[in-house]
């Protein structure tokens, strides 16, 4: 991946108005050089992990995100100022970011969500059913009893899918789980079915076979949503 190595401008905007997804997995990453594009935080929640695993996706995870943000703002990954907001969401540094983002990880595998607008991604492996059975009993009432509805064989997947989508919007509003998995309405819909959250668009992103994901946008517009796949390694600075 080959990035320019100017400052950020803070005028910037994104050129196209698009979705763009990225399943990302763990890349090699040696000593504290492969880890330079990182800021001090971020290299900091690095080194808590305990698992090498978790870790190395961390990393390639926010690499990747710094390699696409600076590609999107034209300037270098390690130039990209990343700060949280008051809702504790990561986000650009600024009262109006040219562009949003979002990520997500899940078991080995990660997704990156850039948008124009603001935006949120979930990506899960899909769980036991003795675990989605237990943790779908935290959902809306209705989005509980689609749940019911669905047969044993396809009752952790469909878990999945309702989780994904819960997750994606909670982020997308700046709250994430914070707010009662019971409060809003993410499910498949129909003549008896609770309206959606009013203003944002929630849609499923194809995905490998032991996961589920999903992306959710503050928009009603017609925006084409793309999906790629980054190579195991990442480029680093």
């Not at 899960?124 to 809306?140: E, K, N, V, W, Y």
């Amino acid at each position: 991946m080959t990035v320019p190595t100017k400052p950020c401008p803070p005028s910037a905007s994104a050129s196209a108005q698009t979705v763009d997804l990225w399943f990302v997995r763990p890349g090699h990453v040696s000593g504290m050089d492969g880890l330079g594009a990182l800021d001090e935080n971020e290299r900091r929640r690095a080194d808590a992990f305990r698992r090498p695993a978790d870790r190395a996706l961390y990393v390639s995870a926010h690499l990747a995100l710094r390699h696409l943000l600076g590609a999107r703002l034209d300037c270098a990954p390690r130039e990209v100022r990343l700060v949280r907001d008051r809702g504790g969401r990561p986000t650009l540094a600024g009262d109006r970011p040219p562009v949003h983002f979002s990520l997500s990880h899940s078991a080995g595998l990660a997704l990156l969500g850039i948008a124009p607008v603001p935006i949120g991604v979930d990506v899960q492996r899909i769980p036991s059913l003795p675990t989605a059975d237990l943790c779908g009993m935290r959902f809306h009432p209705v989005e509980r009893a689609e749940l019911a509805s669905q047969p044993q064989s396809a009752r952790a997947r469909y878990f999945t899918w309702l989780w994904t989508r819960k997750e994606a919007y909670l982020k997308g509003i700046g709250v994430g789980l914070r707010r009662s998995l019971a409060a809003d309405y993410l499910g498949a819909g129909g003549p008896a079915a609770p309206a959606g959250p009013a203003g944002w668009t929630v849609t499923d992103a194809r995905c490998e076979d032991r996961y589920v994901a999903s992306v959710a946008v503050l928009t009603r517009a017609s925006l084409s949503v793309t999906t790629r796949r980054l190579p195991r390694s990442v480029d680093h600075d």
